[in-house]
Nanobody, 116 residues
Framework: QVQLVESGGGLVQPGGSLRLSCAVS????????VNWYRQTPGKERELVAK?????????DYAESVSGRFFISRNNAKDTVDLEMYRLKVEDAARYYC????????WGPGTEVIVSS
């Protein structure tokens, strides 16, 4: 049974940083790419970043976060992290990770609040 659990969210001032983590279980983690999404009330989920399976060499970012967010994976721990720097008010959202091969499975998400 595939499970995803996000953590690391919280309150941060504009310009600050946070590191989110996604713990994956129930699959051979290294075989799968992982995506990070975010969602605010009333809006569709937005793809923020993605990383390929294996060594995670291929990474892609939404234009809105490129150069500020960085995705990485640790196959020994079955985790994918999202490091977020120079956070803006518009980055505030609930953040979710997802394995594209299991598109209907979502974790509870982790809330990021950016406010002074």
């Amino acid at each position: 049974q595939v499970q995803l659990v996000e953590s690391g969210g919280g309150l941060v001032q504009p310009g600050g940083s946070l590191r989110l983590s996604c713990a994956v279980s129930g699959v051979t983690f290294s075989s799968y790419g992982v995506n990070w999404y975010r969602q605010t009330p009333g809006k569709e989920r937005e793809l923020v970043a993605k990383i390929s399976g294996g060594d995670g060499r291929k990474k892609d970012y939404a234009e809105s976060v490129s150069g500020r967010f960085f995705i990485s994976r640790n196959n020994a721990k079955d985790t994918v992290d999202l490091e977020m720097y120079r956070l803006k008010v518009e980055d505030a959202a609930r953040y979710y990770c997802q394995i594209p091969s299991y598109p209907s499975i979502w974790g509870p998400g982790t809330e990021v609040i950016v406010s002074s």
